[in-house]
Nanobody, 114 residues
Framework: VQLQASGGGLVQAGGSLRLSCAASGFIFKFNAMNWYRQAPGKQRELVAS???????TFTDSVKDRFTISRDNAKRVVYLQMSSLKPEDTAVYYC?????????WGQGTQVTVSS
């Protein structure tokens, strides 16, 4: 299993970024996928999830600002982030949770300046 996240960067508050996670090594279309983030000195938190059928959930702090989507043909899951705030600054990780095991990508840094 490999999860390759990309798309992070430095953006001003109010800006947007789109993260991508390219997956391989498993049957992507049958798996729920998740985005987590970890800010300095804080625990890793679940930001958004998308089921195999396309149902989405979000943590309260990003609702109405972030969207998660997937392209099963390309085996990619996206996190579209809008109206970014300095408190969104973190390393963002793509995740697959399967059979009581977590698979993680390498993370991509998102920094939001005020």
């Amino acid at each position: 299993v490999q999860l390759q996240a990309s798309g992070g960067g430095l953006v001003q508050a109010g800006g947007s970024l789109r993260l991508s996670c390219a997956a391989s090594g498993f049957i992507f279309k049958f798996n729920a996928m998740n985005w987590y983030r970890q800010a300095p000195g804080k625990q890793r938190e679940l930001v958004a999830s998308i089921s195999s059928g396309g149902m989405t959930t979000f943590t309260d702090s990003v609702k109405d600002r972030f969207t998660i989507s997937r392209d099963n043909a390309k085996r990619v899951v996206y996190l579209q982030m809008s109206s970014l705030k300095p408190e969104d600054t973190a390393v963002y990780y793509c995740n697959r949770h399967y059979s009581d095991y977590d698979y993680w990508g390498q993370g991509t840094q998102v920094t939001v300046s005020s």
